[in-house]
């Protein structure tokens, strides 16, 4: 949870915001973004040596993965704590807990850069695809690793730093700054900088992390149709949901169009589209 002295700052609140305002669309997409990330959840687990009777963290659990398969390998006699800074992701993640009759797993709002257990808290701890967006990921390793219990495993995925890591992500965000003649990002030094798994090591290794691994995992997004996957993005992304809050209906159409344009290298006979990704998963043990 949050530390009692811990006020959010602005930039936490609109991003707790941000992340409020596309639950819906998470909770709509869900089985299609799980149907493609369920095998790096899956190798997660399998990193952190998740077993029966285990107690375990999952950091941005976002609408609950991969906590609820944690909460599924470590039974009833285990226990899953699962954080997000989105209560209503939080809101869609204890209905899906219930709906596979799922008690063990406990969901409490909290940023992941503030998280407050006692040393030794668990025997396994879980982040798909959050350490990198927080403002700090040395001391956000750091303090997972003071929760972890001796021997305990953190095990966490990354996006790479390429385009072609997540292209539609990449295709999203540049059509909406050619759109909009919005100003490139500033350049500045990466929080992790290099290549995605070697800055990852390097920073898990600085924190105090042993038996550190990294491995490529490649996963695949699909859509019935360029129509719907440019409705997915403006739908799932909090960036270009937050983009589109003051734009007109003509702005939004417009931009469907030519993100389906750019779609076309994806799309395949049946009309289909099929994106691939690519993704880092590693591990570490206290």
Wanted: hydrophobic content about 45%.
């Amino acid at each position: 949870m949050n530390t009692p002295s811990h006020v959010p700052t602005p930039d936490e609140e609109s991003q707790r915001q941000q992340w409020d305002r596309v639950a819906a669309g998470w909770q709509k997409w869900w089985r299609t973004i799980e149907d493609a990330a369920h095998c790096v959840s899956e190798r997660m687990v399998e990193l952190a040596e998740v077993e029966p009777g285990q107690r375990v963290l999952d950091i941005a659990t976002g609408i609950g993965e991969p906590a609820l398969l944690a909460a599924s390998r470590v039974g009833p006699a285990g226990r899953v704590v699962a954080t997000d800074i989105s209560s209503r992701m939080l809101d869609i993640a204890r209905e899906r807990a219930a709906m596979a009759g799922l008690a063990n797993v406990e969901f409490r709002q909290a940023d992941a850069g503030w998280l407050d257990f006692p040393d030794g808290s668990f025997d396994a701890i879980l982040c798909r695809w959050g350490v990198t967006s927080l403002p700090n990921p040395p001391d956000a390793l750091a303090t997972i690793r003071r929760a972890l219990a001796t021997d305990g495993v953190f095990a966490t995925a990354v996006w790479g730093t390429g385009a072609d890591s997540r292209p539609l992500a990449s295709l999203a965000t540049a059509v909406a700054r050619d759109m909009f003649d919005l100003p490139a990002p500033p350049p500045q030094a990466p929080s992790l900088p290099g290549s995605a798994e070697g800055a990852l090591k390097q920073a898990m290794i600085h924190a105090g992390f042993a038996d550190v691994r990294a491995e490529e995992i490649r996963l695949t997004l699909e859509w019935a149709s360029a129509e719907a996957c440019t409705q997915y993005i403006l739908d799932v992304s909090p960036d270009i949901s937050a983009l589109f809050l003051d734009r007109s209906s003509g702005q939004r159409a417009e931009y469907r169009q030519r993100l389906a344009e750019r779609l076309r290298p994806y799309v395949i006979s049946d009309g289909s589209v099929r994106i691939p990704n690519m993704t880092i998963c590693a591990a570490g043990r206290r």
